[in-house]
Every structure is written in structure tokens, then in C-alpha cells.
């Protein structure tokens, strides 16, 4: 049976914590800055964990992460 091919934009935006979650970064921080106040900014700068209802698609796009 061959191997199962890890979705490779998936690999690109997530990443497997020791617990098994997936860490993300936060949308809205590639353009349009200046009208988004520093407070707002500096949040978004934080990694994210991935919905829990996610959790499941993430692990199929890789299997070996």
C-alpha cells in the first residue's frame, strides 16, 4: 500500500503541538495595517490553536506530523 501524501499547504499553515493539537497563526496581519489599531495588531501576533472541530481534517492532510 503506497503512502499517503501530506497536503502540503496544510503543512505551510499548520503545526502539530506535543499534545497532539494543531497551532495556526491569526488571520488579518498580511496588509491593511494602518487602519487596525496597535492593540489589535499585537494580538493577532500570538499562535492560535486550531478549532477543535478542525483537529480532524488537520490530521488527515498530515499523517506523519
Known sequence: MPKIKTNRGAAKR???TAS???KRNA?????ILTK??????????KNHLL????NRAARRMMPYC
Open 14 to 16: 499548520f503545526a502539530r
Open 20 to 22: 497532539g493539537l494543531f
Open 27 to 31: 488571520s488579518h496581519r498580511r496588509h
Open 36 to 45: 487596525k489599531a496597535t492593540k489589535r495588531k499585537r494580538q493577532l501576533r
Open 51 to 54: 478549532h477543535k472541530s478542525d
